[in-house]
């Protein structure tokens, strides 16, 4: 699909009304998933770690459990140290998934277990225990994390996949004190509401909400329809998973 002057006006006059519909508290939202969290210093090392180690088991699972689940673990101060990535690099890996499960932040629990650790090692054997050096490392660039990311996927299991990785970076973006020079890089998170919202607005067809490609289809349009707007695609992200899972009950 093209854009055509008409076309594209009239869907970025639903993606404004949309937008407003969200600010207005018409799709409800008032409280997102990872709202519960534990309220840590927002620059804090602690912080970055629990926004990011969670993320990573969070796919094909009610997102509202998931944050509910992590906020109760780390309330258990006991359970608390799986949030440290040297911690759990010396933890026997029958008490780390004791933790998980108990709390059901691992609902598979021989597989997620690994990935919680593998992502442990990862941060703290090339990043120094501190997920926040990867953004040092990578001056605060989206595409440059994004491709690093991508250079050393089997170290980010899960949260290098295209979904997970760009709502990642859009959670750390409202819930910790990061600052991209490049947040227009980070490009819709394609879960299920996404992809039909972005249907029901006409940026892909219902048929190419089928593909195989639907992820870049997805950033490539959204790209194309916003660009020289004061928009960037991630920005309405939010709005659209509330409207689909409101069942489109809000007419725009």
């Given at each position: 699909?093209?854009?055509?002057?008409?076309?594209?006006?009239?869907?970025?006059?639903?993606?404004?009304?949309?937008?407003?519909?969200?600010?207005?508290?018409?799709?409800?939202?008032?409280?997102?998933?990872?709202?519960?969290?534990?309220?840590?210093?927002?620059?804090?090392?602690?912080?970055?770690?629990?926004?990011?180690?969670?993320?990573?088991?969070?796919?094909?699972?009610?997102?509202?459990?998931?944050?509910?689940?992590?906020?109760?673990?780390?309330?258990?101060?006991?359970?608390?140290?799986?949030?440290?990535?040297?911690?759990?690099?010396?933890?026997?890996?029958?008490?780390?998934?004791?933790?998980?499960?108990?709390?059901?932040?691992?609902?598979?629990?021989?597989?997620?277990?690994?990935?919680?650790?593998?992502?442990?090692?990862?941060?703290?054997?090339?990043?120094?225990?501190?997920?926040?050096?990867?953004?040092?490392?990578?001056?605060?660039?989206?595409?440059?994390?994004?491709?690093?990311?991508?250079?050393?996927?089997?170290?980010?299991?899960?949260?290098?996949?295209?979904?997970?990785?760009?709502?990642?970076?859009?959670?750390?973006?409202?819930y910790t004190d990061i600052q991209f020079v490049d947040r227009e890089n980070i490009t819709v998170a394609p879960d299920t509401h996404v992809v039909q919202a972005s249907t029901r607005l006409g940026i892909i067809?219902?048929?190419?909400?089928?593909?195989?490609?639907?992820?870049?289809?997805?950033?490539?349009?959204?790209?194309?329809?916003?660009?020289?707007?004061?928009?960037?695609?991630?920005?309405?992200?939010?709005?659209?998973?509330?409207?689909?899972?409101?069942?489109?009950?809000?007419?725009?």
């Open positions: 699909m093209i854009f055509n002057s008409k076309n594209q006006e009239e869907i970025l006059r639903k993606v404004y009304n949309l937008r407003k519909a969200h600010q207005d508290g018409l799709l409800g939202g008032e409280k997102m998933p990872e709202d519960e969290n534990p309220h840590l210093d927002k620059e804090s090392k602690e912080n970055y770690m629990y926004f990011t180690l969670p993320m990573a088991l969070n796919y094909q699972r009610n997102s509202y459990v998931l944050w509910e689940c992590a906020n109760r673990m780390y309330a258990d101060e006991t359970a608390r140290s799986v949030f440290d990535a040297k911690a759990v690099c010396n933890m026997d890996e029958e008490i780390l998934r004791d933790y998980l499960v108990k709390y059901k932040v691992a609902l598979q629990p021989n597989k997620q277990p690994i990935i919680w650790k593998t992502l442990c090692e990862t941060i703290e054997n090339t990043l120094d225990g501190d997920i926040r050096n990867l953004f040092i490392c990578n001056d605060f660039s989206v595409k440059k994390v994004k491709e690093y990311i991508q250079s050393h996927k089997k170290e980010f299991p899960y949260l290098g996949g295209n979904k997970i990785c760009n709502y990642w970076l859009y959670v750390l973006e409202q067809s219902e048929e190419e909400a089928g593909y195989s490609n639907v992820q870049e289809l997805l950033a490539s349009r959204w790209a194309e329809l916003l660009q020289g707007t004061e928009l960037v695609s991630i920005d309405v992200h939010t709005p659209m998973w509330l409207w689909s899972r409101g069942k489109f009950e809000v007419e725009i």
